[in-house]
């Protein structure tokens, strides 16, 4: 995981969500999407979620041969994909629950796929692994969650673990700040559980608020699933990156996920 870089943002929760949760009132039980109470429901989404995989797939698939290094590896959504490759995968993952999660689904893998896996737990920000990787990926905009120090923490841990020739895999979203403050999701999972997932941003925000309910309950606890997500826009990144001695090779513009998000994908590598 990543780390939550923004604190659990109850206060800030405007609009329908925060309508459903005065409605729930002490029934509510707020937890982060990262933490070991939320996990269980970010599984849940990750696992049906295929945005941006192909196009980072196929971008490892073109780098040098070598390990790859999975950051903010969750419960394996892209892990998995990466080691179908045939490469090894070093998993770094802040989350202890997260990490549980890639475990079980690493027990049902074959063998020899499995073999292939390297769990660590560490903190994307700053992280000394004795390794050089011929890829190192960041997916599922995840930089978004690291405040400025955070960022530049990450960019130097990358540095130092990229081999020659290496590639630094990103992605990232803006928003577009025409429409309604508040966007609503309505979806299903393949474990059977329907929600609610309310994202609120406005323009000059620094984070869009995102918080997911079950889309029924009954009496009892409600769990809410909560997170702020930093607004990062793809300009931003590239001036940091230079800084730090990196350089965006290129930028690979992601197919559109709801009608205000426009997510892009930087290639990076070592300036010379």
Wanted: hydrophobic content about 40%; proline content about 6%.
């Amino acid at each position: 995981m990543r780390t939550d870089g923004i604190a659990l943002p109850e206060a800030g929760i405007a609009g329908r969500a925060a309508t459903l949760l005065a409605e729930l009132g002490e029934r509510a039980e707020c937890c982060s999407l990262y933490d070991e109470d939320g996990s269980s429901i970010y599984h849940e989404l990750a696992q049906q979620d295929h945005h941006e995989v192909r196009e980072l797939i196929s971008l490892v698939r073109g780098t040098a041969p070598g390990p790859v290094l999975d950051l903010a590896a969750g419960s394996g959504r892209l892990t998995m994909p990466l080691l179908a490759l045939g490469r090894e995968v070093t998993a770094l993952e802040l989350s202890p629950s997260m990490l549980d999660l890639l475990r079980e689904r690493l027990g049902k893998a074959p063998a020899g796929l499995r073999g292939r896996a390297t769990l660590v737990q560490g903190d994307m920000s700053d992280f000394a692994l004795g390794s050089a990787f011929a890829c190192v990926v960041l997916a599922t905009t995840s930089i978004s969650l690291l405040d400025e120090t955070g960022r530049a923490g990450l960019y130097a841990s990358v540095r130092r673990h990229l081999a020659p020739g290496g590639r630094f895999l990103l992605t990232t979203v803006d928003l577009d700040g025409s429409g309604p403050a508040e966007r609503e999701l309505n979806f299903s999972t393949a474990a059977g559980n329907d929600y609610r997932m309310f994202e609120y941003w406005e323009p000059g925000m620094e984070a869009r608020v995102v918080s997911i309910f079950p889309a029924r309950y009954d009496e009892g606890p409600v769990r809410v699933g909560l997170t702020s997500i930093r607004v990062l826009p793809a300009d931003r990144l590239e001036a940091e990156l230079n800084a730090s001695g990196l350089r965006v090779a290129a930028r690979h513009p992601l197919p559109p996920v709801g009608e205000r998000h426009h997510s892009t994908l930087l290639e990076v590598e070592v300036a010379a």
